[in-house]
């Protein structure tokens, strides 16, 4: 899907369970991005990673976690310390510099049961 | 930090009019300016963007304009269609590789 692969592309999560979404790029692109989405708003940056093993805080990171082990991967983990979680997440990967633009992944829409 | 405000939220014109969307950005650091089209429960694509070395760009009904001395630029779509009906986001670049986004602008097309 574009080389940015999102999956699952919807998930359920239940009060005190951490879940984990993944994103995958083959891309080659070096910076890879997780936004959340809520209706009617805006994308708003969650963790942002520009190399491998490098990863910082966006503007809403609590109760979020990341890891960056591989180029391709980066993986987001919604822990419980999250408590409003149900958005629709989208994961974005962009080349060495912001004047290219990003590829966004499919997304994924987490659901608290 | 970047801060991007995009008016306005909503907007819906007839078929073949034309439709404009404006955006504001707070950091004269600010080089590079994308458009991205959403439409219901898909992924963002970018459909143009403008550098600040340029004025206006244009790709066939849809053209963006930028003035680096107000710092706002604007989307513009000639003749309009039905499928241009989606959420548009405009976007600035904070350096460091991060993209700051606008709130989105919920664009309808009446048939």
């Known amino acids: 899907d574009g080389g940015i692969t999102q999956s699952p592309k919807y998930l359920f999560r239940k009060e005190g369970q951490n879940v984990t979404l993944s994103c995958e790029q083959n891309?080659?692109?070096?910076?890879m991005y997780w936004y959340r989405q809520d209706p009617g708003q805006g994308l708003r940056l969650i963790y942002y990673?520009?190399?491998?093993?490098?990863?910082q805080k966006g503007d809403i990171a609590e109760g979020y976690s990341v890891s960056r082990e591989k180029k391709e991967s980066f993986p987001l983990t919604v822990t419980s310390a999250q408590k409003n979680p149900t958005a629709f997440y989208l994961c974005?990967?962009?080349?060495?510099?912001?004047?290219?633009?990003?590829?966004f992944g499919s997304g994924t829409r987490l659901t608290v049961v | 930090g970047e801060n991007v405000e995009q008016h306005p939220s909503t907007l819906s014109v007839q078929e073949g009019d034309s439709a404009v969307i404006k955006c504001t950005y707070s950091?004269?650091?600010?080089?590079?300016f994308p458009w991205y089209k959403q439409e219901l429960g898909k992924r963002p694509q970018l459909i143009i963007d403008?550098?600040?070395?340029?004025g206006e760009k244009k790709d066939q009904r849809i053209a963006v304009t930028l003035n680096k001395t107000a710092k706002h630029f604007s989307l513009h779509i000639t003749e309009t269609q039905p499928e241009d009906s989606a959420v548009y986001f405009c976007?600035?670049?904070?350096?460091?590789?991060?993209?700051?986004f606008g709130q989105g602008t919920r664009l309808t097309i009446n048939p």
């Open positions: 950091d004269s650091a600010s080089n590079y």
């Open positions: 891309l080659n692109h070096d910076a």
């Open positions: 976007a600035a670049d904070q350096g460091a590789q991060k993209l700051v």
């Open positions: 974005a990967s962009g080349r060495d510099s912001t004047n290219y633009g990003y590829t």
């Open positions: 990673s520009q190399i491998v093993n490098d990863f």
């Open positions: 403008i550098r600040s070395n340029v």
